[in-house]
Every structure is written in structure tokens, then in C-alpha cells.
């Protein structure tokens, strides 16, 4: 009679005592396992408090730019009060930049926003500057020019009061410095083509003011463009391709101006038309 009590006890401890490593085994196990969730988790976590950061420093930003130019980041109407926003968009731009491009119709905004006096001190100073203007006796000058007038000349009178301006702007540099001063560089060249935008790039920012057959060049839009993305790319081989073609015209005459330390040079296209 005891013997079936005491045999039903011996099997039931047998088999608690051998279970308890096997619990204790799964247990770890288990915790194991919790804590690895756990350290994804927390991977998880801070990565993505790291891109929280991120987007909220570009937001503010971009927020900065927005409030400065008062309308979109990704599109600016270019009103009489944003035009002066704009103005002040270059010119930080190129105080904060090294290298500078630009592509515009006739050199007058360009010449309006810096001002002789400020391109000469950049220059001095080390800011190198490559600008493209469209060559005045294209025919895209007179497509445009059928744009934004009724007179095909009408571009080509604008140019060519631009090139004497930035002629008077070099004989300025010639008459009341030594130029082995200057330690950057202003380069302008024609490019003969048909304009689509205007651009302007610095090794920090680029932007893009758009051409419509409709609109004046100076009542469109400018876009940004991200230093990321291909159109940003593409658009700086775009500049350099047209740069080099300006170069390699027969005698070299669609190189206008050249202000720098070792060359200075001034080709007047009505002299060479």
C-alpha cells in the first residue's frame, strides 16, 4: 500500500527535478532572445531619431530660406519685392562661395546685383567667376528677342550696352590697379545657342531662372536644385560644355573679357563681327 503511494512520488519529483534545467535552459534562452529584440529595438530607435534630426535641420533650413525669399522653397515668383530678396540670395551666395557660373541673356542682372565695384573686390579677393552671356548676333539671340519684343534686335541692343558697361568695368581694373592683385578671376564668354534659363552655381547652391516664350526673363520663376539630385549634375556639365565650345571658336572671338592675374583681355564683338 505504500509502496504505491511512495513510487507515484519518487516519479513525479523524478520528473520536476530533471525539468527544471530544461525550464531554466529556456528561460535564458528566452531572455536572451528579448534582450537581442531589445538591442534592435533600440538600433531601430536611434536611427531613427537620427533621421528625425536630420529632416528637422534641413526644415530649418529651408525654413530660413523660405522666410528670407518669402515664398516657396522650390518656386520663387519673382515680383519687384522678391527681385530684391534675389539680389540678396547672390550676393551672400557669393560672398560664401569660391567658384562662381552663371548663364544669363545679357549680363545686365548680373552687372545690376554685384555691381563693378563689389566684382572687382571678389576678385581681389580670390572668387573666381566664369559667365556666360548669349552672343548678340546670334539667331538666338533674335529668336528670344521675338519673345520678349517685336524687334529682332531688341536682345542685341540690350547686350551690347552690358558689354560696354563690363568694357568700362575692365578699363577700371586696368586704369586704378596693378593686376597681379588679383588673385581670383572674372572670365565672360558668348555662347551661341538657344536660351532656355538662366543659372547661376557655386560649389554650395544652384539656381535656375526659367525662360518662357510668354514672359520676360526677369518676371519668371527661379528653382533650386539640390546639390543631390542629376538634373544638378547635369545642368553643371551643361555649363561646362558650353563653356568649352566658347573656347574653341574661330578666333577665339567669343571670349569677351578676362580679368585675372596673370592675362587681361577685352574682345569687342563689334569689332570682330
Not at 565650345?245 to 569687342?268: A, P, Q, Y
Request: one cysteine or more; glycine letters at 6%; a neutral charge.
Amino acid at each position: 500500500m505504500l509502496s504505491e503511494i511512495i513510487v507515484p512520488l519518487f516519479s513525479l519529483l523524478g520528473i520536476v527535478v530533471g525539468g527544471i534545467p530544461t525550464y531554466m535552459i529556456m528561460r535564458l534562452k528566452g531572455s536572451a532572445e528579448v534582450n537581442k529584440l531589445k538591442a534592435e529595438t533600440d538600433k531601430l530607435s536611434a536611427e531613427a531619431e537620427q533621421i528625425r534630426l536630420s529632416r528637422k535641420k534641413d526644415d530649418l533650413i529651408n525654413s530660413e530660406i523660405t522666410n528670407q525669399l518669402g515664398q516657396n522653397l522650390a518656386e520663387i515668383s519673382l515680383s519687384d519685392v522678391d527681385r530684391a530678396c534675389m539680389t540678396e540670395y547672390y550676393i551672400r551666395e557669393v560672398d560664401e562661395g569660391s567658384t562662381i557660373e552663371i548663364i544669363s541673356l545679357t549680363l545686365q542682372v548680373v552687372l545690376e546685383n554685384y555691381g563693378e565695384d563689389r566684382i572687382l573686390k571678389w576678385v581681389k579677393g580670390g572668387k573666381k567667376f566664369r559667365i556666360l552671356i548669349l552672343y548678340p548676333f546670334s539667331m538666338g539671340a533674335k529668336l528670344r528677342s521675338l519673345e520678349e519684343s517685336d524687334d529682332e534686335s531688341f536682345l542685341t541692343k540690350k547686350i551690347n550696352k552690358q558689354v560696354l558697361r563690363l568694357k568700362d568695368l575692365y578699363e577700371m581694373a586696368r586704369k586704378f590697379d596693378n593686376f597681379k592683385h588679383y588673385n581670383g578671376s572674372l572670365e565672360v564668354r558668348f555662347y551661341d545657342g538657344i536660351p532656355y534659363f538662366a543659372y547661376f552655381r557655386t560649389e554650395n547652391t544652384m539656381a535656375l531662372g526659367l525662360y518662357y516664350s510668354h514672359i520676360k526673363g526677369l518676371q519668371s520663376e527661379v528653382v533650386f536644385l539640390d546639390k543631390k539630385t542629376n538634373v544638378y549634375k547635369n545642368m553643371t556639365n551643361h555649363f561646362s560644355v558650353l563653356w568649352e565650345k566658347g573656347d574653341k571658336k574661330e578666333g577665339n572671338k567669343m571670349t569677351l573679357c578676362i580679368i585675372s592675374e596673370h592675362r587681361m583681355s577685352f574682345n569687342d564683338p563689334n569689332d570682330t563681327k
